[in-house]
């Protein structure tokens, strides 16, 4: 057991672990259990719960935790690291800890920095998966995009983010879907791919993003696109508006779950842009497993 | 009172009803009783309530509508007037019937065609505004913002609208500032000229806009924007974006009330744009003005 540790991906409203023995996954726990539900910042007793299963090993098992624990909402408000950023920069700028069963533990910090179009940016748990990705494909560049509720495009050099800029991709399909008169009275939605790619090819187009979106009214208006699949035309316009900013720059990774990345990969072939699928526990793991070994290193 | 008639806007969530004698206005009406509100398609029983003030004049007042009341939602469903559209092809499209009381009625179609950015593109309501502002300051080009929930943009060639494009402006401001991570635990806003100005000079540096809005949550945690203000900054970031797309033509005419218009002509200023206001009910008056005489002028 003497190489064993715990990896956790603690966001505002999941909870993911991993017990790990020399960097394989030996088990796992995933709890709906965020930030946001932990209750008078009872964060300690919480993760003892939370990790029960795991917690009777001797000596304790070490911690290595990302994502929202180390902001202000989280256990810990972990100071950004700045860009550039590599792995000696999030190690450095870990805060360590000891838990109240005895567990060493460390949170990684985020980073911040300006985004290729000279916007501040920020990111907390992604740049463990970018991390990952160098580790398990390395090049001397990186482009990959992470996608989610707020998609991250980023740019490594030798290992190290460079810059990275956040897209609110997955917020945005929300909210119009959902909230606007785009979403209004739709029947039950069934995925489309001829809606979708009619979406990113109306998106390469450049129209202005306000303008953009109100073809998902007008299509649906005039028949274009059937009210069944109005949320895959939404979508391709979306992740259309997100791919066109990547054009010049190829190939890329895009890095996630096949759920999230499917898309992306269909988009890109219309686009015209070479992505690459990558797992994103699989990156969010060698990435913490290289953080944990120099962490190891330095206290050593 | 022989040329005396009743000029009605009736929209999703307003009705508002001006009487006229000789194009003067002597009385209006104005209630939060628009067409969603409209019980089992009672719509004739309804204006009757409406308008009850002035149904006593012999023979019954003359009657024109714009607006959602002509839609699949309305009274209605007005085919509408392809472009380009005048005057005289929206007196042709329009709907005439007779009320139960006796008044001859009209209802203006709205207009559909293709965006300059080469999307369907659909309004109902403003082709009459767009026809006022060509009574009001005659021109051999108008170039004309109409600001709004869902914004318009449109290009008029000697008093006909050529081709127009929707942007979504105010829906995304309601949708970014009351249902996203962007608006979310903000204290009570206080409008700031500084943060307004910093959202219209960030919306014309060009980022892709699912980029260029997360800087609101970005210059919010940084500091550079006070939690205070992150509506005006909003603001700013979606009229530059949709001013962005003006900027090689003008000048430009902006057309509402003056509380939509100030934010329009105060990013106008920054963005190097000569903009000139002017009412929008003194437009639709004219405009609605003009189909009326040209009604007359066929039926006599």
Redesign the interface.
């Known amino acids: 057991m003497k190489n064993n540790w715990i990896a956790i991906d603690w966001g505002t409203t999941n909870f993911r672990a991993f017990l790990l023995e020399n960097n394989q996954v030996i088990d796992r726990l995933s709890e709906p259990c965020g930030l946001l539900s932990v209750k008078e910042a009872q964060f300690a007793a919480t993760l003892q719960r939370l990790l029960s299963p795991w917690l009777d090993a001797t000596p304790p098992l070490p911690i290595v935790m990302a994502g929202m624990v180390g902001s202000q909402q989280g256990w810990k408000n972990v100071p950004y690291a700045p860009l550039p950023a590599g792995a000696g920069n999030l190690v450095d700028g870990a805060y360590a800890f000891r838990t109240p069963w005895g567990s060493p533990g460390w949170i990684i910090p985020g980073v ?1 920095g300006t ?1 290729r ?6 990111m907390r748990g992604e740049e463990i998966q970018l991390l990952g990705l160098a580790v398990l494909h390395p090049a001397e560049k990186h482009l990959a995009l992470l996608p989610g509720t ?1 998609s991250k495009q980023a740019r490594m050099v030798h290992g190290e983010i460079i810059d990275f ?5 997955g ?2 399909f929300s ?2 879907s959902e ?3 785009l979403g209004r009275d739709l029947p039950l939605q069934t995925p489309h791919d001829a809606s979708f790619a009619l979406g990113v090819e ?1 998106a390469l ?11 998902a ?3 649906r ?2 028949g ?1 696109v059937a009210t069944e699949h109005v949320h895959s035309y939404l979508s391709g316009l ?1 992740i259309g ?2 791919l ?2 990547l054009e010049a720059e190829r190939p890329a990774w895009v890095v996630g779950s096949p759920a999230l990345t499917a898309r992306y990969l269909q988009a890109a072939e219309i686009v015209g842009l070479t992505l690459t699928a990558v797992d994103g526990d699989h990156c969010f793991l060698h990435g913490l497993g290289l953080l944990r070994s120099l962490i190891q290193e330095k206290i050593a």
Chains 1, 2 share one sequence.
């Open positions: 911040n985004s179009y000279g916007q501040p940016d920020v707020h800029s956040t897209f609110m991709t917020e945005l909210l119009l909230q606007s008169l109306t187009q450049g129209a202005p993003f306000s303008h953009l979106i109100f073809s009214r007008t299509r208006l005039n274009e979306l508006h997100e066109a900013a």
